[in-house]
């Protein structure tokens, strides 16, 4: 069965700094896909950004972009220009491209602080 | 964007009721829809899968019985908790997938909350 460990349950980060994210997954699927979510205090899930395993190269949405290791089976999330809107918990999701649910991590929560 | 509803955001009920969750996609037809629950500074914990049309798939340790998920349309799902007990209070958010999207657009209700007295 897959699994997606986040090892760090609380993070910290001043405002305007980078911060960086760890999630590790397990799998011995090749076709799969990754995905951190933000979960602020309205709790509405909100995709931050996604990636293929299939593509080589990194994903990057404006601040946000990851460092996906394929061999090692890591996918940590780069928050550059931290923003106080930033602070949230942040999930990072695992699915496989034939079964289609979602596994998530356990979350970091991400404090900014000004 | 697509966009998920749910209805209620918070319901409170006494135990032993039972109470029902709507989950709506408003600008697309949603194949196949998750319910997820979520405990206080947990991470979402999947209950069922529904597609269209079909009965649900339940997670390993999910009630069927307590936790009644209907499909009935493309644009609607719900989640009907039977005698509900304090131990069911908890956060529900259902998602929604819409496949001829792409196979990796699901997107997410605001979630309900639950509290049974």
């Known amino acids: 069965a897959q699994t997606v460990t986040q090892s760090q349950p609380e993070m910290s980060v001043q405002e305007a700094e980078t911060v960086t994210l760890s999630c590790t997954y397990d799998?011995?699927?090749?076709?799969?896909?990754l995905f951190w979510y933000k979960q602020p205090p309205s709790r509405q899930m909100i995709l931050v950004i996604r990636q293929e395993a299939y593509k080589q190269q990194n994903a990057t949405e404006n601040r946000f972009s990851v460092n996906f290791q394929k061999a090692a089976k890591s996918f940590s999330l780069k928050i550059s220009d931290s923003q106080l809107g930033d602070a949230a918990m942040y999930f990072c999701a695992y699915r496989s491209g034939s079964q289609g649910n979602l596994i998530f991590g356990k979350g970091t929560k991400l404090s900014v602080k000004p | 964007g697509a966009v998920v509803s749910q209805h209620p955001s918070w319901v409170i009920c006494k135990s032993g009721t039972s109470v029902k969750i709507e989950c709506r996609s408003l600008?697309?037809?949603?194949?196949?829809m998750f319910w997820y629950r979520q405990f206080p500074k947990q991470s979402l914990m999947l209950m069922a899968t529904s597609n269209e049309g079909s009965k649900a798939t339940y997670e390993q340790g999910v009630e069927k019985d307590k936790f009644l998920i209907n499909h009935a349309s493309l644009t609607l799902s719900t989640l009907t908790v039977t005698s509900a007990h304090p131990e069911d209070s908890s956060f529900y958010i259902c998602?929604?997938?819409?496949?001829?999207?792409?196979?990796?657009?699901?997107?997410f209700g605001p979630g309900t909350r639950l509290t049974v007295t």
């Open positions: 998602s929604a997938r819409d496949r001829r999207a792409g196979p990796y657009e699901q997107y």
């Open positions: 799998t011995s699927e090749s076709d799969y896909y």
């Open positions: 600008d697309f037809q949603a194949t196949t």
